[in-house]
């Protein structure tokens, strides 16, 4: 699906609709989502001392898993700044696939470490600051997710709860 999205980002742009724009970020999710379970899930069975003895297995593992998540989320970054970004589209369009890089990023720092994590760091709170500076409605529910998801980088990945809670509380 994301191959011919990735068509479809070719003609179009950022002129997609909003409908396209749905398709696009369901079809990104769902190419990433069984990969952050992963992580997520491997991570989980590491704390608990009854599997200790497949820690090299498991830190394998998962160390491959992490790779193909963050190639398949630089992907899907590249493919936004390249093919959308650098063209022209609507204020909402526009606050739509900033909003999407933060977010990939923030998807990548979930497991990165090192220079790897403070660069994706850096990254997504531009790209979410970028997409909070550009002008919509209270309301929009575009203008809502960007607060949402900000808050949420601010919180699990900045470590930042105060922040966090200011953003939500801004936007509420």
Do not use: W
């Not at 952050?36 to 069975?45: D, M, N, P, Y």
């Not at 820690?55 to 970054?77: F, S, V």
């Amino acid at each position: 699906m994301v191959d011919y999205l990735e068509e479809v980002l070719g003609f179009k742009g950022g002129e997609v609709n909003a409908d396209e724009r749905n398709l696009l970020s369901v079809a990104f999710k769902n190419l990433i989502s069984s990969k952050r379970a992963a992580c997520r899930t491997i991570s989980a069975i590491e704390q608990n001392p009854k599997y200790s003895k497949f820690n090299t297995a498991l830190l394998a593992y998962k160390a491959e898993i992490e790779e193909q998540l963050r190639a398949d989320c630089q992907k899907i970054i590249d493919m936004i700044n390249v093919r959308v970004l650098q063209g022209t589209c609507s204020d909402e369009a526009k606050a739509f696939f900033v909003k999407m890089v933060g977010d990939y990023y923030r998807y990548i720092a979930e497991n990165a470490k090192d220079s790897l994590l403070a660069e994706v760091k850096e990254k997504a709170k531009a790209a979410y600051e970028q997409a909070n500076a550009i002008d919509l409605p209270a309301c929009n529910p575009i203008k809502l997710g960007l607060a949402l998801n900000f808050s949420v980088f601010n919180y699990e990945v900045l470590k930042d709860h105060n922040k966090a809670c200011e953003l939500a509380d801004s936007a509420l």
